[in-house]
């Protein structure tokens, strides 16, 4: 290649705190040639799994770690040879550049910054994104770069060059909406057209917020989408082969703790010697809200939506929090004040195969039950798919830990952290019950609702646990309280 130069790719900062990532997978080996915006490998922090993208065109001199390295914010990881020269700054800091022909861009561009993990930090100007996957040199690759492209809502896709083109890239076509890599991915992901969605962003800028919102605006329509998702419980077990132990071999084995096992262990370890915990535990027959399940599984308003106990909990916690606002608050240490959210970022506690996450139901308290059917069902999916982003790990506010799908009566859980009160949920059981004066069969479990007594009293607290388990006892109260 004449006139090249080598640019270093680093590890980037999510902008949030983290130090390390571990390098889950490379897409791409020495040799390889790369397009900017390609994603080149995955990535697991101390929230969630992501993809990086390359931010310029080349071929690929060497990876410099191995998949299975943890390696430090700032340390290069990939070297890429680009075609005509490169500043010495850029090579530093290989921030995401905006395109030459970009015509509103100033002309001398600020210092480099340090780059981001994908969908959060500083800002980029650039309305250009090509395939992820660079086309073999034949007209079945460029065919089917093409539908790639077109399947990620990016219109018609270039034929992929056999050497990488020059710096100078004509400007993308003025009416493709403007949007960065991983907001085209989530939209792919959702199924929503970008055509559609109206951007708030700097610029005319698509963001994942605009994403949210088009969702939102059309959930009536899109009510039957999940309809191939198998019904499963909101909470599962990890996705992990039993691994029997061979007692004739090693005494021991050394699980290294990384990644979002690592990021949990010292959230709850912050959590339990931070907020005094306060646990307090109801038993409730829930025997009319099982039969209100099976009813709704029955109403066309939820086809193809996934009905369970799990989620008229949910709306029962909604309830309760509505009637008591107050449990819906966070602790400013630094300000030494009560901060009371007048929304509710619902979580729901999830084991996959990387260790627990909390995911949360954004505006989870404005949702009708059908939406919030729908959304449970979405972030359930996404996270047994391991694709749950660090935005949706956010802003939680409550959050429920469905403890009985593995046949465990309660539990004492810990405050997710910044959070005030989390609720679990043990499993359902056909026990006798004193019903109408007789012992009857009936379907019952067990609640108990741990809060931080900081900000939490004892009455507050209980009136929340009464008020959830009085709905789930007589689910007619979702109509009268709601």
Known sequence: MTNASVREFKMPDVGEGLTEAEILKWYVQPGDTVTDGQVVCEVETAKA????????DGVVRSLHFPEGTTVDVGTSI????VAGGAAPA???APAVPAPAAEPEQPAEQPPARQPVLVGYGVATSSTRRRPRKQAPDTAAGQAASAVQSELNGHGAAPAAPVTPPAPAVPAAPAQRPLAKPPVRKLAKDLGVDLATVTPTGPDGVITREDIHAAVAAAQAPQQAAPADRPAAPAVSAPDRPAAPVSYDSAR?????VKGVRKATAAAMVG?????PHVTEFVTVDVTRTMKLVEELKQDKEFAGLRVNPL????????VAIRRNPDINASWDEAAQEIVVKHYVNLGIAAATPRGLIVPN????????LPELAASLGELVSTAREGKTSPSAMQGGTVTITNVGVFGVDTGTPLLNPGESAILAVGAIKLQPWVHKGKVKPRQVTTLALSFDHRLVDGELGSKVLADVAAVLEQPKRLITWA
């Open 49 to 56: 799994a992501v993809e990086l993208p390359i931010p310029y």
């Open 90 to 92: 850029q090579q530093e």
């Open 361 to 368: 139901i954004k505006d989870a308290h404005a949702k009708t």
């Open 252 to 256: 021991e084995t050394r699980v290294p």
């Open 78 to 81: 990939i070297a890429v040879e």
């Open 311 to 318: 989620l008229l909990i949910a709306k029962a916690l909604l």
């Open 271 to 275: 959590s339990a010697f931070t907020a």
